[in-house]
């Protein structure tokens, strides 16, 4: 396996997942605006000015929305106006609100809080490293190339015009996969502000679709000084305080341990590459063994092989018997006999991948 190709792949999609953490999405701000007229760049420009970018002081409100085509909502009602600050000197705040409570977090640049306002609780950490430093210490603006190199040995990579996002400007990066690629995703499209070269919107479009199957984006953006006081955090009185230090975490090479102990053990891999990549594994056991087992003190009248039938369609093929599950960017397959295929990809290519799983 190609460790450096693997942790740049994950990595760009943990940029994504990042985003998308932030908050749940509204109606694009300044919708009805033309779009802004300028300079030119190339898309290799734009990628490194985006990995070398330094957040100044801000503050935003940032929304997502999501058309993946489940059966239930990915993203939770309450969660649609997530408000960010930073100041510019490596302090952050971030508040996720709900109907009835909120949670906030801070990093004051020594200490990571989260308070959960319906619990009452606190935890306390004292990171490793800072938010703005890559985990692996490497310098950004080798990543970027990097990253982008990876990126388009399956897809093609331009920047197609301007847009407006939160009545900013912003130049719109797009990568499209190359048409060899075997996939569900029509294109990824990401906003970023002319100024800083923060991204401010991110969507991800699948075949078909006219509508983004999942869209996050800054509806408010300012740049400015921001107060002091958002960026300093005192328990509440009454409130439940955990601590957590570095000490109290695994050490990475005993995460990387029980990370490939749990692949082996689930005989994991991933067949093809690019777009067309696909995660298949083995499960300890058939399916109907393991849903027995799953149904057992879960009450009277589960039934998880009705669950499964809800959700999914029951299939049949080369690798016999099993369920299909379906959305408009992802496709996973279960066997009866406890094989999975998993990937942004159609049903075919997923029975093609099953037949390496033994």
Known sequence: MNTKKTVLTVAGAGVLAGVIGLGALAMPAGAN??????????????????????????????????????????????????????????????????????KTYIYDGTTFWSWDSAKNTVTKSTPNQTPDKLPNGEDPATFGKDLLSLVRQYSDVKVDGTARVASRPAYELVVTPKPTERTLLRELRL???????????????????????????????????????????????????????????????????????????LHAQTVGDGWDTTLVAKLPGDLSGMLGKAGDGRGKGFDMTALLKQFGKQVSGPYGTGYLFTTKVATALVTDDGRVAVGAVPEQVLVEALGQVK
């Open 191 to 265: 906003a970023v502000d002319s100024e800083t070269r923060l991204p401010l919107r991110a969507e991800v479009l699948a075949n078909g679709q006219s509508d983004p199957a999942l869209k996050v984006e800054f509806s408010e953006f300012k740049v400015g000084a921001q107060d002091p006081n958002l960026f300093k955090f005192t328990p509440p009185q009454g409130a439940t305080v955990k601590e957590h230090s570095d000490a109290d975490k695994p050490s990475k090479a005993d995460m990387n341990k029980g990370i490939g102990d749990l692949l082996t053990s």
């Open 33 to 102: 605006e033309p779009p802004p007229s300028l300079s030119k760049i190339s898309a290799d420009e734009l990628v490194q000015s985006v990995a070398t970018a330094k957040i100044p002081a801000l503050s935003g409100k940032v929304q997502a929305s999501e058309n993946l085509g489940l059966p239930i909502k990915l993203l939770q009602d309450g969660l649609g106006s997530a408000s960010v600050y930073a100041d510019g000197q490596g302090h952050y705040r971030a508040t996720l609100p709900s109907k009835a409570s909120e």
